[in-house]
């Protein structure tokens, strides 16, 4: 569990490395740079990179719940 005030990628440096098994660390700290960005970068993010950071989490977001639900039928 990530304490307060603790920032997230601080947060995913603690995590052991078989909680990347799944190859999606790279894919994670890119859209964790855009959401940092988009946050707290006064110009922000283009319309590209939005679609970019929009997409790539609910891309990321699906293929849990695709794992997740497979995990269940074991």
């Known amino acids: 569990e990530r304490p307060p005030g603790q920032s997230l990628a601080h947060w995913m440096e603690s995590l052991p490395n078989a909680a990347w098994a799944g190859g999606d660390r ?10 940092y960005r988009h ?3 006064p110009p922000g993010l283009t319309a590209q990179e939005r679609e970019a950071l ?3 989490a609910a891309l990321w977001l699906e293929r849990r719940r695709s794992e997740i639900g497979r995990a269940g039928e074991v």
């Open 26 to 35: 790279a894919e994670i700290d890119a859209l964790l740079l855009l959401h």
């Open 39 to 41: 946050r707290f970068d």
């Open 54 to 56: 929009r997409s790539g």
